[in-house]
């Protein structure tokens, strides 16, 4: 029997499919043996292995996996299903499809082992075909009887499915004194509903909760929840999570409240939240190489600032969802707003349309939706009720929209800041049907209109916007045309101040009357567009403000080539005053440099003689032709990506509100009431606490999408409250009727995340630089600057190093991070620089503060161990969030006391008892309770 050694959380690692294909390739033939002897060796599981319960843990999912795409609710290839037990038996007593207790008889059998692949099942392009091991499993399970459950559920339609059903608020369960125990009836009296309906379950699994957590454990717990950082205010040691004398119940005090409020109320929660959404929502920056832009967008970061400043306000997330796919449509003006389509920028992608688009759909499904869109993009959804087209029509959507990026105040380059948004280009931009999802074999006879997946059956309804003059002619607004005016005033100044040195210089003359010219250009075309743009002028006034703008633009262009003709001019005359007699190499050399000093003065004479007639022409015969200051946009946005939002905040859109809910609670307790976060579709069975989802959901929406209300009610249950650990008896009772714990009789312990470890590093020795927003740092100056971890570069191929040890983010996908246990992590946690000065100079914090102690009158004559007693419990305190036990406290104070040498030390000028304070701060850090929320 194979197990698996704990992870540093006490809990079972999970094998990744990487592991074990490398066992299995190790152990091939012990495997198969071991394989044989587990389904036919008459043991004591065989009475299982023959039962209903077989088909359920071993049929089911096979056949899940292999057939039901073709013969499943959304298609039923030669009439036949096979995703319920019944109705493979329904067909079978027409056919031979299965022969119970006969497998050579049965079609099933032969036909998944036919030798020709045309006639084996799955048919070639639909899967691969099945291994020994599967087929071995179908023959013992016809052999036995071919038997399941009497009460398994299916669909007679995918619109059955329990995540696509409206929803409804369900009532909160009740309990009757005769029906529980004493305790459990005292349970059932929350109220809090989240304890009501896990309580129902756990009544029906026959398990009971265990008692409260300890205020110590609560206050750590909550503070690395809500804030990702440890609470060192005073407040939080009145935490009283406790109840009644001999009671499990948690009760939740006052100063609990009070605390969990602060924390919400604290820009560090909404920090640690930016993060958790982030992940969902995909949050790259700007991935190059130099200064070339490949993917994402140059200072995304405003987006991720605009989602710390979201939370930080409690603003609803529906309000979010619209301001991230269409805050140019909803609120063109609102640079705040703005940024959240950073959402949209984040996909670009510089050298493939159809590889930015497929990810824009791809993600907003899944991130939103909870839906797997992306698997619709080459074929109909084998799984999903969704068509190809309608993959397409989703894209279609997104099809016209394109990125800029907007200037922001004191900044006239836009690659050094600027807002990275999303606009509409190109209203008549046409979407391909794409034959196999191929971009080389579009099919031309389609017309693909903007459209949203049918299956929700939620009313899709576009209205264009027009949009404000500041929107698409942004160059007009004030602080831009400011940047714009101060920027050319500095260029004049700079070269009256060049000309002022040196006032009989032709040519600093020349240039400083094109600098003039340009800010009298400049000045005039920001005239007429105004009165171009902008509703306060008559169109005569339009006229003459237009003309006098080209006749001021015909002068500057007439002034730059004078300048120019007359700087070619000075490099030839220079050129001829080297030239050297000689018949050299050197002469040849400038005698070239002659020729193309005349070609070029040529060139510039020709270039001022056109400009000049133009200007006498201008003057001849007036136009209103200029350049306008910047580039402007359309007028008009489809209006597709607004109608989106509300379609997918629509509270009669049946997914969203589940899908929110469902990372929130996950990130709180470890574990998602529905386990695919990112697929709700039909491979996604009805969660356990579907009614507690709904519930949520309901109360979500009619709190008006505000997260904070929802954080509190999750935080203030009784099931948060719980202990992780408890008695051996209750433990081992409940581990039999509900061994992954999915009623939450207990509260699983989490690992933290990345960020979370290594901001707690930094935090607890007083070094945590708590600035909020700005511009990303460089992910390699991660143990230099103390900044949290929320604010460092993170890209492909541009993540900190500690970051992703401990199993950071991807930057393309993270629904949900997996977590590993490898030898790196402790190595990062022992070795790193970082670890070292934090170690170092939280031990004289702490030992400065025990001097400080003992330096008080009533101590001043306190004995050095008790000055290390203190030491020690300080140092627990800080690091663990906890007091030592007395036997920690015995072998630290004797390590404290112990003659030791340098400790691997590279100053050899440290008294040996501070090496022994920073030693034993260091090992506490490489604690697994430093890791870990209990």
């Given at each position: 029997?194979?197990?698996?050694s ?5 809990c079972?690692?999970?094998m ?13 033939s012990?495997?198969l ?7 036919w060796?008459g ?17 089911k999912p096979?056949?899940a ?15 036949l ?22 497998v ?14 045309e006639?084996?099942m799955?048919?070639?392009g ?13 023959r ?6 071919a038997?399941?459950?009497?009460d ?10 329990w995540?696509?059903q ?9 309990f ?6 004493a ?10 509903p ?11 699994r ?12 609560m ?11 440890p609470?060192?205010?005073?407040s ?13 119940r ?9 605390v ?17 959404w ?5 949050y ?20 991720r ?15 979010m ?9 909803s609120d ?15 996909n670009?992608?510089?050298?493939n ?8 759909v791809?993600?907003?499904?899944k991130?939103f ?6 698997c619709?993009?080459?074929h109909?959804h084998?799984y999903?009720p969704?068509?190809q087209?309608e ?8 099809e016209?929209?394109?990125t ?13 800041d ?10 008549s931009?046409?979407?391909?049907f794409l ?12 017309t693909?209109?903007p ?10 309804q576009?209205s264009?916007v027009?949009?404000p003059?500041l ?7 004030k ?8 920027a ?13 040195k040196?006032p ?8 400083l ?11 005039a075309?920001?005239?007429?567009d105004?009165?171009?743009?902008l509703?306060?002028?008559t ?6 403000l237009?003309?006098r ?10 002034a730059?080539?004078?300048l ?27 005698q ?24 006498s022409?201008?003057?001849e ?6 350049d ?8 008009t ?15 009669s ?5 589940r ?5 929130i ?12 976060v ?7 069975p009805?969660?356990l606490h ?21 954080h ?8 948060y ?6 008695d051996?008896?209750s433990?081992a ?7 992954d714990?999915?009623t ?7 690992r933290l995340e ?13 070094q ?18 103390m900044?949290?971890?929320?604010y ?14 401990f199993?950071?983010?991807?930057p393309n ?6 977590t590993?246990v490898i030898?790196q992590?402790?190595l ?9 000065q ?13 001097i400080?102690c003992c330096q008080?009158e009533h101590c ?5 161990k008790?000055?290390d007693e ?15 036990s007395?036997?920690e ?31 034993l ?7 697994n309770d ?5």
């Amino acid at each position: 029997m194979l197990t698996l050694s704990p992870d540093r959380t006490g809990c079972r690692s999970k094998m990744t499919d990487s592991d074990l294909r490398t066992i299995c390739g190790r152990l091939a033939s012990l495997w198969l043996i071991a394989a044989v002897i587990a389904v036919w060796g008459g043991n004591a599981n065989a009475e299982d292995l023959s039962s209903a319960a077989y088909y359920v843990d071993h049929i089911k999912p096979l056949l899940a996996e292999k057939c039901v795409s073709c013969h499943g609710p959304l298609q039923q290839s030669s009439g036949l299903r096979l995703d319920a037990g019944q109705l493979i038996h329904e067909f079978a007593e027409a056919s031979e499809l299965i022969v119970p207790r006969k497998v050579d008889a049965s079609e099933l059998i032969v036909r998944v082992m036919h030798p020709d692949e045309e006639q084996r099942m799955p048919p070639p392009g639909e899967g691969t075909a099945l291994d020994v091991d599967e087929v071995e499993r179908l023959r013992h399970w016809i052999e036995s009887g071919a038997k399941y459950p009497g009460d398994e559920t299916y669909l007679d339609s995918p619109e059955q499915h329990w995540a696509f059903q409206p929803l409804t608020r369900p009532m909160v369960p009740q309990f009757h004194l005769e029906s529980t125990s004493a305790t459990d009836a005292i349970e059932s009296r929350s109220t809090n509903p989240i304890d009501a309906f896990l309580q129902s379950k756990r009544v029906e699994r026959g398990v009971r909760t265990f008692g409260p957590a300890d205020s110590t454990t609560m206050r750590r717990r909550l503070s690395f929840d809500l804030t990702g950082v440890p609470d060192t205010t005073r407040s939080a040691i009145d935490f009283q999570p406790s109840g009644e004398e001999g009671s499990k119940r948690p009760m939740i005090s006052r100063d609990f409240i009070r605390v969990v409020d602060r924390m919400l109320a604290s820009p560090e929660h909404a920090e640690r939240w930016a993060r958790h959404w982030m992940d969902v929502w995909r949050y790259s920056d700007w991935d190059g190489y130099k200064e070339e832009l490949r993917g994402s967008q140059r200072h995304i970061w405003h987006w991720r600032d605009w989602i710390v400043d979201s939370l930080m306000d409690d603003k609803p997330y529906d309000q979010m969802v619209v301001e991230m796919l269409a805050a140019d449509e909803s609120d063109p003006l609102s640079r705040d707003a703005l940024r959240a389509t950073g959402f949209l920028a984040r996909n670009f992608h510089k050298s493939n349309r159809n590889i930015w688009l497929d990810s824009t759909v791809e993600h907003t499904a899944k991130a939103f939706l909870g839906l797997t869109l992306a698997c619709a993009k080459c074929h109909d959804h084998k799984y999903d009720p969704i068509a190809q087209e309608e993959y397409y029509q989703f894209r279609a959507i997104f099809e016209p929209h394109q990125t800029r990026t907007d200037h922001v105040e004191g900044e006239v380059d836009t690659k050094q800041d600027g807002i990275p948004r999303a606009y509409d280009s190109d209203l008549s931009a046409k979407t391909p049907f794409l034959i196999a999802g191929d971009e080389k074999r579009p099919d031309e006879s389609r017309t693909i209109e903007p459209k949203t997946p049918s299956i929700l059956g939620v009313d899709y309804q576009i209205s264009p916007v027009d949009l404000p003059p500041l929107a698409y002619a942004p160059h007009l607004q004030k602080h831009v045309r400011q940047l714009l005016v101060s920027a050319q005033e500095r260029k004049l100044a700079e070269t009256e101040a060049t000309f002022n040195k040196n006032p009989n210089d032709p040519i600093a003359k020349l240039a400083l009357a094109a600098q003039r010219a340009s800010m009298d250009s400049l000045m005039a075309r920001y005239e007429a567009d105004e009165a171009r743009f902008l509703p306060n002028q008559t169109e005569e006034d339009t006229r003459r403000l237009a003309m006098r703008a080209s006749a001021l633009q015909n002068e500057h262009r007439l002034a730059e080539a004078d300048l120019n003709v007359a700087r070619k001019r000075k490099a030839l005359e220079t050129a001829e005053s080297s030239r050297d007699s000689s018949d050299n190499d050197d002469a040849k050399k400038q005698q070239k440099q002659i020729e193309d000093a005349k070609q070029k003065l040529s060139q510039a004479e020709s270039e001022r003689d056109k400009v000049s007639a133009a200007v006498s022409s201008h003057g001849e015969s007036p136009n209103v032709s200029y350049d306008s200051i910047a580039k402007t946009y359309p007028k008009t946005s489809s209006g597709r990506r607004l109608a989106l939002a509300r379609w997918i905040t629509s509270p009669s859109n049946p997914l969203a509100a589940r899908v929110a809910v469902n990372h929130i609670w996950m990130r709180h307790f470890g574990k998602p009431l529905v386990a695919q976060v990112d697929d709700f579709g039909l491979r996604s069975p009805e969660p356990l606490h579907r009614e507690l989802l709904d519930w949520l959901a309901v109360e979500f929406i009619e709190g008006g999408w505000r997260m904070k209300p929802l954080h509190r009610l999750i935080v203030t249950s009784q099931a948060y409250a719980l202990a992780s650990s408890g008695d051996a008896e209750s433990t081992a009772t409940n581990l039999e009727r509900d061994p992954d714990n999915m009623t939450y009789w207990r509260f699983d312990p989490i690992r933290l995340e990345a960020e979370a470890i290594r901001d707690n590093l930094i935090a607890v020795a007083g070094q945590l630089d708590r600035r909020l927003g700005g511009p990303d740092i460089d992910h390699a100056r991660g143990e230099d600057v103390m900044r949290r971890s929320l604010y460092f570069r993170h890209a492909y191929e541009k993540q900190m190093t500690m970051l992703t040890t401990f199993d950071a983010a991807s930057p393309n996908e993270c629904y949900r991070r997996d977590t590993s246990v490898i030898p790196q992590q402790a190595l990062v946690l022992a070795n790193s620089k970082l670890a070292r000065q934090m170690s170092e100079t939280l031990a004289e914090q702490l030992h400065q503060g025990v001097i400080r102690c003992c330096q008080d009158e009533h101590c001043r004559h306190v004995p050095d161990k008790t000055a290390d007693e203190r030491f020690v419990k300080a140092a627990f305190q800080r690091v663990l969030g906890r007091l030592p036990s007395p036997q920690e406290q015995r072998l630290c104070c004797e390590f404290l006391t112990r003659p030791s040498g340098q400790s691997g030390t590279s100053d050899v000028s440290v008294a040996l008892p501070q090496q022994a304070r920073a030693s034993l701060v260091h090992v506490l850090i490489n604690h697994n309770d430093f890791v870990t929320i209990r």
